[in-house]
């Protein structure tokens, strides 16, 4: 397999385009002898193009159609003494054109005086005829075309500027590493303007300390190249640049192609490669550093991001274990309570963060057992009627222990902890509430709990089979079950009975 011959077309469609170079004169002979005067003119190698317009109304017209236009060459007096003049402000003022470099040019210096009309009208540069030689009128193309330049790099630089600001917001909007990745690959094709492929590689070493570079990611048209090595993809010419950018561990630009070298906080690097892109000047090379900085400040802060998050998983788990083990229940039934709950969540139509939350707030729902005495909580018998108003009491002080936390997280498992013992007709406890007034998190992880506790061994019971388990679910749906929750575990039983397989009690 190897990369579409349209990836390896070099060099790149526009560079070397001309100059547009407008003549605006009523006088036929003046058009003849310009381009005759700068016909072999060049500026940074790049030719002219001549277009050539006999009234203002013409040259208004040429210069709404192609705001590309570089230096309009302008006389003063056409259709009336001051046409050209008349003309100055309506560029600069109706089409908002800053950019072309205006020459004004006059055979009649009297009729409108140089100081006067710099000093009002936004030209930049006054001629008259009879005094533009050929020397001076190259001079005179020479400072325009410069002039025209400089200020299109500014506007580019600015609009470029604007771009990586823009691209950089998305990109720190990404929460997970695939969703960076691909945002990357989609906003790289405005700012380099490429039309070939964009790879992002991680960086791996074979038995013999040899570098491959398995692609992980690939734009939208190179999907397929997603698993392969790009060294057995790319010709030698970019696979140098590739192998450059990772033995000096810097980005590495070449006239039609570049790759961008990153590093994780674990010293692990990646290489992002362009093809077939436009050759960058100073400035786009400087934006796209200012780029591959934020993504890569991007990656680092997805990665403390995710420790933070596994910390908070970490501390999830070891209180929830802790509760667990008093009762002498095993830490993977609360595992499986919230990966079940997040389940019948995303079932359920919460999307993919309230559901990750779920599942990680869920495990929590029995922590209130912390307080409640071992000779209650491990009884193997039946309790008595003031046992179970005890043990009953867990929900409140599960609540209760997390309800102060400010965290949206620990807020979820305390309302989790609150009503996971509420029924949908209103017959469970603490407070009796019936039907969609308890939370859908906590009707969730009510099912998610019992299904997994019935499959389960506990002090009390051995673990139940599985057409028993569906016969209770069925027998207290609408009861102690939401009818809706139900019909959704039954059609994903095998998906439930999974986790206890892939999760299995110690």
């Known amino acids: 397999m190897a990369l579409d011959a349209i ?6 469609a526009g560079l070397r385009d001309p100059w547009k ?17 700068l016909g072999g003119f060049s500026f940074e190698a790049r030719p002219l193009e001549f277009l050539s317009a006999y009234s203002a109304d013409e040259t208004f017209e040429m210069l709404r159609q192609q705001p590309d236009i570089a230096v309009l060459l302008l006389d003063v007096v056409m259709e009336t003494e001051h046409a050209g003049l008349d003309l100055v402000r309506k560029i600069r003022t109706t089409l908002g054109n800053h950019r072309v470099r205006i020459v004004l040019r006059t ?10 009309v710099i ?37 580019a630089s600015k609009e470029g500027l604007e771009q990586v600001l823009s691209a950089s917001a998305n990109v720190f909007s990404q929460r997970d590493g695939n969703g960076l990745a691909n945002t990357v690959l989609e906003q790289l094709p405005r700012l380099a303007h490429t039309r070939g492929a964009t790879l992002l590689c991680r960086v791996e070493h074979d038995a013999t300390a040899m570098a491959t570079y398995p692609i992980i990611q690939a734009s939208a048209a190179h999907q397929a190249l997603i698993g392969h090595g790009a060294e057995t993809l790319l010709p030698p010419q970019r696979l140098e640049t590739l192998q450059r950018a990772l033995k000096t561990r810097q980005h590495e630009f070449a006239s039609d192609h570049y790759v961008l070298h990153f590093i994780d906080e674990e010293h692990r690097q990646s290489l992002l490669y362009v093809g077939e892109s436009e050759e960058m000047g100073e400035v786009e090379r400087k934006l ?18 995710q420790e933070l998050v596994d910390s908070q998983l970490e501390m999830i788990w070891l209180l929830a274990g802790a509760a667990e083990t008093r009762s002498r229940e095993t830490a993977n039934h609360v595992l499986r309570v919230g990966l079940l ?16 939350a779920l599942r990680m707030a869920a495990p929590l729902h029995d922590i209130g057992k912390i307080g409640i005495p071992d000779a209650i909580l491990n009884k193997p018998g039946s309790h008595s009627p003031e046992e179970t108003a005890i043990m009953r009491t867990h929900a409140r002080l599960g609540a209760q222990m997390l309800s102060a936390s400010h965290r949206p997280l620990l807020q979820l498992a305390a309302r989790i902890c609150l009503e996971h013992h509420e029924n949908w007709d209103g017959s469970g406890y603490p407070n009796g ?6 939370s859908l998190e906590g009707r969730i992880v009510a099912l998610a709990d019992v299904f997994d506790a019935l499959g389960s061994v506990r002090v009390y019971k051995d673990a139940w089979p599985a057409e028993r388990i569906r016969d209770f679910i069925q027998g207290q749906s609408g009861k102690k079950f939401d009818p ?10 095998g998906e439930a009975e999974s986790l206890r397989q892939r999760y299995p009690d110690d």
Do not use: C
Not at 341 to 353: F, I, N, T, V
């Open 119 to 155: 000093s009002a009208y936004d030209i930049n540069d006054y001629k008259e005829k009879t005094e533009l030689t050929a020397s001076r009128f190259h001079t005179t193309m020479f400072v325009a075309l410069r002039g025209y330049r400089d200020l299109m790099t500014i506007e």
């Open 21 to 37: 170079i407008l003549i605006a004169d009523d006088e036929p002979e003046v058009h003849q002898v310009t381009r005759l005067v």
């Open 288 to 305: 796209m550093e200012v780029f591959s900085s934020n993504v890569a400040l991007a990656f680092k802060n997805l990665h403390l991001h």
């Open 341 to 356: 709950s997040e389940m019948l969540a995303r079932l359920a139509g919460q999307d993919a963060k309230a559901a990750e």
């Open 7 to 12: 990836e390896l077309q070099q060099g790149a």
């Open 484 to 493: 809706a929750l139900v019909q959704l575990l039954f059609d994903n039983w």
């Open 433 to 438: 509430i019936r039907g969609e007034d308890i």
């Open 107 to 116: 055979g009649q210096p009297g009729q409108a005086p140089e100081q006067d």
